[in-house]
């Protein structure tokens, strides 16, 4: 149980100084903000490797480790991390003062206009932007959004860990 907390607590913590820590290099530059998503998802990936060899060190100390407690392990681990990142979010997003989201609207906002869509396109995607503005400042929702995609993407690969590290069949069947 412990090693499983102490995964996830640093991948947790690991996760949004990579996503968060080049704002605050950049300083608010939009162009960290365009790519904020894309090295959240990298992030979690990696910060979440570990899991591995956590799965790895338990099926060589119990001689075979069958997929389901290799998929506790790992969802664990991933359900520790996705709450501290979700924590670590919230915090980054209600204490810099609307500094970050502002940063990702005009991320958006770029993104619409440089996209090549026609003016009218533009125009619905810059209207749709404007409604969900809202959204992008409040730090739960940006918080639950974080902790939901960590969970995903640790999900996904709690369950390639234990595919790839399940017992062999004669194992199980003894």
Known sequence: MIP???AGTL???????FTY???FVAAAAIAWAAFAEMVLIAAALLCLAPMWLLMRRQRIREGGLTFGRAFATGLGITCVAAAVTGAATWGVYAFT???VPQAVHDA???????????GAAVDAGLADLAELRPLLFDPVV???????TVLAAGTVESLLGA??????ARMRRR
Do not use: K, M
Request: net charge positive; no cysteine; aromatic share 8%.
């Open 142 to 148: 940006q918080a639950l959004g974080t902790l939901v």
């Open 4 to 6: 499983r907390l102490s």
């Open 163 to 168: 595919w790839a590290l399940r017992a062999p």
């Open 108 to 118: 958006y906002q770029l993104q619409l206009r440089t996209g090549g869509g026609s």
């Open 21 to 23: 820590g080049p704002y």
């Open 11 to 17: 991948a947790g913590l690991l996760i949004p100084l």
């Open 97 to 99: 003062g609307g500094v």
